[in-house]
């Protein structure tokens, strides 16, 4: 199984729907994102968090959310979804300070809104 | 200015052939670099991180930094097709939050 476990892998929506992804890990890393990937764009950084109680923004966290259940698990939401959200949306998680500052992806999730 | 630039390519080499694929970045604090391969569709994997200037080797691939300069590039000797990929370059600007930022990616292709 996959260290970094990200559900669903494919989702087609509506616009104005709400929608949540989810990642959980079993790496014991306490430092997790999500980024999201766009032809063109590269990566880029939505939300990350250090710990359940430590929430920071990205470069693009306008439109989503984050919540932070446990230590493992690190959910995204698309509270009222657009077309231009259409992406694909990737979960990391990374050793605490000290560490490489190596990025471990999970197998990614895409999404499209219509 | 975006702060991770990379040739989107298509770089194209012959099998057996060494491919070299650049990477320059504006924040001259940047730390720690690494590149990732992504074939299509599939989630980025690491295939090499350097932190000093000079010249690291792993196998068939040796990772070069200058930051005098600003530019990190990756060398794959003896080009297979299975290398055929988008490489990532990826720039750590600070170590206490590990947040890299990417660039766009070089899509290599490598002929039989």
């Known amino acids: 199984d996959a260290d970094v476990t990200q559900t669903p892998r494919n989702r087609i929506t509506k616009t104005g729907k709400r929608i949540m992804l989810e990642c959980s890990q079993t790496?014991?890393?306490?430092?997790m994102y999500w980024y999201r990937q766009d032809p063109g764009l590269g990566l880029r950084l939505i939300y990350y968090?250090?710990?359940?109680?430590?929430?920071n923004k990205g470069e693009i966290s306008d439109g989503y959310s984050v919540s932070r259940q446990a230590q493992a698990k690190f959910s995204l939401s698309l509270e009222s979804a657009i077309p231009n959200q259409t992406a694909l949306y990737f979960c990391?998680?990374?050793?605490?300070?000290?560490?490489?500052?190596?990025?471990?992806f999970g197998e990614g999730s895409r999404l499209t809104v219509l | 200015q975006k702060e991770v630039e990379q040739n989107s390519g298509p770089l194209s080499v012959p099998e057996g052939a060494i491919a070299s694929l650049n990477c320059t970045y504006s924040?001259?604090?940047?730390?720690?670099f690494f590149w990732y391969r992504q074939y299509s569709g599939k989630s980025p994997e690491l295939i090499m991180f350097?932190?000093?200037?000079g010249d690291k080797e792993d196998g068939r691939f040796t990772a070069q930094l200058n930051k005098a300069s600003q530019y990190v590039s990756l060398l794959i000797r003896d080009s297979q097709p299975s290398d055929s990929a988008t490489y990532l370059c990826?720039?750590?600007?600070?170590?206490?939050?590990?947040?890299?930022?990417f660039g766009t990616g070089t899509l290599l292709a490598v002929q039989p």
């Open positions: 990391a998680t990374s050793e605490n300070r000290g560490g490489t500052g190596e990025l471990f």
């Open positions: 790496k014991g890393h306490d430092r």
């Open positions: 968090s250090f710990d359940v109680k430590d929430i």
């Open positions: 924040d001259r604090g940047s730390q720690s």
């Open positions: 350097i932190y000093s200037n």
């Open positions: 990826a720039v750590n600007l600070d170590g206490a939050t590990n947040k890299l930022i």
